[in-house]
């Protein structure tokens, strides 16, 4: 466990001293440089007596059960209920965010519940969940948390799930990723330009990321692009992201399209449009991507999964809901035998899309 500073103040990892009393963070590429007292970019972690702390160990915006599916996680235990939470605050700034009274909080008002590491284990294993999800704003930014979440999960063999931007460091992507079993990534563009304008980060690290997952480590990973009309979806873009997913993360690694509605600072831009998530989807298919999903609209055919050998319908989805599974031992095709990657049961959940609040503490 964390060291305590204080309440509500837990001492973090991945940070130097500097000879002038500074302190340099080494959680996320932003590398913020702090004074005493002095918090990051993200909010979250502070210079405290020439110490980083977490100023949000053990609080959170709330609880809530969802199902997997929401996270976007198709190919991750099908029909699974996951609790989710998160924290306060972000390591981007993005002009997008649908979290954003979340991710931009500057108030503690907003952390209304607290839970320990084991408590949020235990109401999972009551909730029957199968898996827990750090998730809302980036749980990159409260690492030690999520950590701490993670080991009281798997000691009760409750899966966990990341749903990141994937914006970390060389310095703190293993000790992070060697506690989750499954991560969605938010690549959030294919342009350093986007990052750098909308966003207020970088490409590269969140690349970075991804290859790290794929090469590096045993989790589970899909990819969410959030389609932004007349900034991030055109056809050239679509072409070279998908050719870097296939050349470097190879062709099944599950690719979610995700539908843009206007938010937080970008108001004056209009929703994506269903057919540009369906052109985004087949530019993606003609690339190599096995498995491509469009979100945040009605698209049963988008959003189920097909063998990649023979066409079967593998797992038919209505937004939340489950049809049609035609799955047999876990991970094959029942008509050809071809193989699925990703982690299944036997037999889907049946949460179905219930959305269930609960408290802890």
């Known amino acids: 466990m964390v060291s305590v500073l204080g309440q509500d103040n837990y001492v973090g990892r991945h940070w130097t001293k500097q000879a002038d009393g500074r302190v340099l963070c080494q959680v996320c590429p932003r590398y913020c440089l702090l004074r005493d007292g002095q918090r990051g970019f993200c909010f979250v972690r502070q210079n405290i007596g020439g110490k980083i702390v977490l100023t949000t160990y053990g609080r959170s915006s709330g609880f809530c059960i969802d199902p997997i599916e ?152 899909e990819i969410t692009t959030l389609l932004i009309p007349g900034e991030n979806d055109s056809d050239q873009e679509l072409n070279d992201m998908c050719e870097w997913i296939v050349k470097e993360l190879g062709g099944d690694v599950p690719l979610h399209f995700s539908a843009f509605h206007p938010d937080f600072r970008m108001l004056g831009i209009p929703p994506t449009r269903p057919s540009d998530l369906t052109r985004a989807r087949n530019i993606a298919i003609a690339k190599g991507i096995r498995y491509v999903y469009t979100g945040n609209v009605h698209d ?43 982690q299944f049961d036997d037999q889907p959940g049946t949460w179905g899309s219930k959305r269930l609040p609960v408290r802890i503490g």
């Open 70 to 221: 929401k996270k976007p996680l198709n190919h991750f235990y099908p029909g699974t209920s996951v609790l989710s939470f998160g924290t306060a605050g972000c390591n981007l700034g993005c002009k997008f965010c649908q979290n954003w009274n979340i991710s931009k909080s500057r108030e503690w008002d907003s952390l209304t519940d607290e839970a320990s590491p084991e408590a949020i284990a235990q109401c999972a294993e009551k909730m029957n969940c199968k898996s827990v999800a750090f998730t809302y704003n980036d749980p990159v930014i409260f690492a030690e948390y999520a950590i701490d979440i993670a080991k009281a999960c798997h000691a009760l063999g409750i899966k966990t799930v990341a749903v990141t931007a994937g914006y970390i460091t060389n310095e703190a992507r293993p000790e992070f990723f060697e506690h989750m079993d499954a991560a969605n990534v938010d690549l959030k563009a294919f342009t350093e330009e986007f990052y750098e304008k909308i966003t207020l980060g970088a490409l590269q690290p969140v690349l970075d990321t991804l290859a790290y997952l794929k090469h590096k480590t045993k989790v589970w990973f």
């Open 300 to 342: 049963p055919k988008g959003g189920s999964t097909y063998c990649a050998q023979c066409g079967q319908v593998l797992i038919e989805r209505d937004w939340y809901e489950l049809g049609a599974y035609n799955l047999k031992d876990k991970n094959k095709c029942s008509k050809c035998g071809a193989f699925c990657p990703g």
